[in-house]
């Protein structure tokens, strides 16, 4: 990808299912991917680490998660999604099961009706030379009718 021409990418999984990627920038600059699996969730983790002279402002990611191909959930309205920043949830055509993520620190809550997909998107807070900045993530599937109670559960384990 165009963002990341001229980066050195390295991929690896655990024996404990833990994916991590790193990639890093001719800049100097290197982003560290981490997906954790759970009971029922994947934990994610997004680390930024500054290898500049200069201290990083304002980086916003853009985390979509695209559900064209998700039947059920491929519905192209917002009608179907539900926005609390962090959390972002949305349901399938029967309305019993429901797709959620979040990331923190979330700078906007979204969803894209046409793609069909939705968002948490984080921003990293400023990251001065030689040091890091991580956004945790959260990725999940629920069954049941009591999403305001999912939502509780999702945010309490999200803030530990």
């Known amino acids: 990808d ?16 833990v994916l991590t990627s790193e990639r890093k920038f001719p800049n ?28 990083m402002r304002g980086l916003r990611v853009q985390n979509c998660v695209m559900l064209k191909a998700a039947t059920g959930f491929d519905q ?6 539900r926005l609390e920043a962090p959390l972002v949830a949305c349901r399938n055509a029967a309305g019993d099961r429901w797709v959620i993520t ?6 906007r809550a979204w969803a894209n ?18 040091e890091s900045r ?7 599937l629920y069954e049941g009718q009591e999403l305001a109670s999912e939502f509780a559960r999702i945010k309490e ?3 530990r």
């Open 2 to 17: 165009a963002a990341g021409a001229g980066a050195a990418h390295v991929r690896q999984r655990g024996q404990d299912g």
């Open 28 to 55: 100097g600059a290197v982003v560290a991917a981490k997906i954790m699996p759970i009971a029922n969730a994947v934990r994610m983790e997004l680390t930024l680490t500054n290898g500049t002279k200069e201290t």
């Open 76 to 81: 192209m309205t917002n009608d179907n999604k």
């Open 102 to 107: 979040a990331w923190e620190p979330c700078q």
């Open 113 to 130: 009706p046409p793609c069909p997909c939705m968002h948490s998107d984080p921003q990293f807070p400023d990251c001065p030379p030689g």
């Open 134 to 140: 991580t956004l945790k993530g959260w990725l999940s």
């Open 157 to 159: 384990i999200l803030n």
